[in-house]
């Protein structure tokens, strides 16, 4: 592993602690592989959209526990595939091996050769990016010069029940308007932020939905506590987590939490 923290901006550092563990992430994960009722295969949207030969180098920025690079594996690339996260707390080391390797590092200064990657991919990482500059500079400058870079994003329409539930959870609260990352890099944007970057950029949008048990429901909410720009206290938290639960059985259907799940995969060159 390695770790190079330096230039870590504040939020970086925020994003850092909140994926210290692979808690949160495992969470949201399990719940959408256990209740997607019209799923988004990733990998194999991924490997579409960029004609994989299996032999590539692949870095992906922001790889959390790293289930994108060990599917891609199991899907048969041989190539190297190299993991990059400003926290190493989520990363599963089952994934590691000498053609897999996690680097800890910010995705703003990359410790990584030049023209070393064919492909860099970041999946629902940008919106957590606030100098978008310093991230597509460095992504040239270890792509390769026929490479491509591959950016996925939510839809502002996603997850519909987990915005009006935390809207109104900060509105009792007087805690202001809540803030999502999504609003600052989404399917809907993506495309004319990352054209200001690259000369080719070509976007396609994967419909999927979310079934979600209503007693599961605030187990999925309190995954998505710790990204608000507001961190309640534990007294706090419960009382949310209740209030929740409460609304989450008032608007089920059938027992289910339905939740749209629009994403967009954007391929760039130059």
Same mark, same amino acid.
């Given at each position: 592993?390695?770790?190079?923290?330096?230039?870590? +901006?504040?939020?970086? !550092?925020?994003?850092?602690?909140?994926?210290?563990?692979?808690?949160?992430?495992?969470?949201?994960?399990?719940?959408?592989?256990?209740?997607?009722?019209?799923?988004?295969?990733?990998?194999?949207?991924?490997?579409?959209?960029?004609? $994989?030969?299996?032999?590539?180098?692949?870095?992906?920025?922001?790889?959390?526990?790293?289930?994108?690079?060990?599917?891609?594996?199991?899907? !048969?690339?041989?190539?190297?595939?190299?993991?990059?996260?400003?926290?190493?707390?989520?990363?599963?080391?089952?994934?590691?091996?000498?053609?897999?390797?996690?680097?800890?590092?910010?995705?703003?200064?990359? @410790?990584? @050769?030049?023209?070393?990657?064919?492909?860099? +991919?970041?999946?629902?990482?940008?919106?957590?990016?606030?100098?978008?500059?310093?991230?597509?500079?460095?992504?040239?400058?270890?792509?390769?010069?026929?490479?491509? $870079?591959?950016?996925?994003?939510?839809?502002?329409?996603?997850?519909?029940?987990?915005?009006?539930?935390?809207?109104?959870?900060?509105?009792?609260?007087?805690? !202001?308007?809540?803030? $999502?990352?999504?609003?600052?890099?989404?399917?809907?944007?993506?495309?004319?932020?990352?054209?200001?970057?690259?000369?080719?950029?070509?976007?396609?949008?994967?419909?999927?939905?979310?079934?979600?048990?209503?007693?599961?429901?605030?187990?999925? $909410?309190?995954?998505?506590?710790?990204?608000?720009?507001?961190?309640?206290?534990?007294?706090?938290?419960?009382?949310?987590?209740?209030?929740?639960?409460?609304?989450?059985?008032?608007?089920?259907?059938?027992?289910?939490?339905?939740?749209?799940?629009?994403?967009?995969?954007?391929?760039?060159?130059?």
């Amino acid at each position: 592993i390695l770790d190079v923290m330096s230039g870590e +901006t504040d939020q970086e !550092g925020r994003w850092r602690e909140v994926y210290a563990s692979g808690e949160v992430l495992d969470t949201k994960l399990s719940i959408h592989d256990r209740y997607s009722s019209i799923p988004i295969d990733i990998t194999k949207e991924i490997r579409e959209s960029l004609s $994989f030969k299996n032999n590539e180098n692949l870095l992906d920025i922001g790889c959390g526990t790293g289930k994108f690079l060990n599917d891609l594996r199991q899907s !048969g690339h041989n190539g190297l595939l190299v993991g990059l996260d400003i926290s190493s707390g989520g990363f599963s080391r089952e994934y590691e091996s000498d053609d897999t390797q996690f680097v800890q590092a910010s995705g703003l200064s990359l @410790p990584l @050769p030049n023209s070393h990657f064919k492909f860099v +991919t970041s999946l629902h990482a940008l919106s957590h990016i606030k100098v978008m500059d310093s991230l597509m500079s460095e992504v040239k400058r270890v792509l390769a010069s026929d490479g491509s $870079f591959l950016v996925t994003a939510n839809s502002l329409a996603n997850y519909t029940h987990v915005r009006e539930f935390r809207d109104r959870v900060f509105e009792s609260r007087g805690w !202001g308007t809540a803030k $999502f990352t999504t609003n600052t890099f989404n399917a809907e944007n993506a495309n004319g932020i990352l054209s200001s970057y690259w000369q080719n950029v070509e976007t396609k949008i994967v419909e999927g939905e979310l079934q979600i048990p209503a007693n599961m429901f605030k187990n999925y $909410f309190e995954a998505n506590i710790p990204v608000c720009d507001h961190q309640p206290n534990e007294t706090e938290k419960q009382e949310i987590l209740d209030e929740v639960n409460t609304w989450a059985h008032k608007v089920a259907k059938n027992g289910f939490i339905t939740e749209p799940k629009w994403m967009s995969f954007s391929v760039c060159t130059d």
